[in-house]
């Protein structure tokens, strides 16, 4: 039998210049905010006649965009079965960029498709850039598994850098998070 008794965290007092350091085990808060909350600005997408589709944009002060699914979006209802990065003619999942400015990235607009989600009963729907930019890159995970797309932040479809002088007039063009719970639920 393995003694694990010393193997498991023990805390120690640690005392630096004559002061007590306050234990990081005490100071652990169960309502921290998520990366998403503490990072990201929400913004909704919904493509005119396509209420019941709504996309969420991740809106990081780097100006990296995470686009995904909202989650009233109408194929979780449905129950997705595939999702495919193939669009056409098109391959989102070879797409290479290198460099700082990210070079090598497929250009982007609002309308651009970057995958197509087919559901249980055969329905297809396309997740839409909702930006204009540069595609970073698409999340090859959520192919294996599909229930991440129900996750904000991890279940992002694809990461897309907008040029730094258009970000204003994008963010314009989205919806803020307080406009789509008014509008949409």
Known sequence: MIDLEGYYFTEEPQIICGETVRSIVADFVEDYPSTVDRFYTRYYYV????????????????????????????????GIKTVTFEVGKIDRSENQVSGKKKSGG????????????????????????????KLVEVNKRVVENIDLLRGEGDGYVAIVMPKPEQCKAIRCKL??????????Q
């Open 47 to 78: 493509h005119p006649g396509k209420e019941n589709e709504p996309h969420q944009v991740l809106f990081h002060s780097n100006r990296i965009c995470l686009i995904g699914l909202a989650p009233e979006h109408v194929a979780f209802q449905k």
């Open 106 to 133: 497929m250009i982007l607009q609002m309308d651009s498709t970057l995958a197509l989600i087919t559901c249980e009963d055969g329905s297809v729907y396309k997740v839409r850039g909702c930006v204009q930019g």
């Open 175 to 184: 919806l803020s998070r307080e406009q789509y719970v008014e509008k949409y």
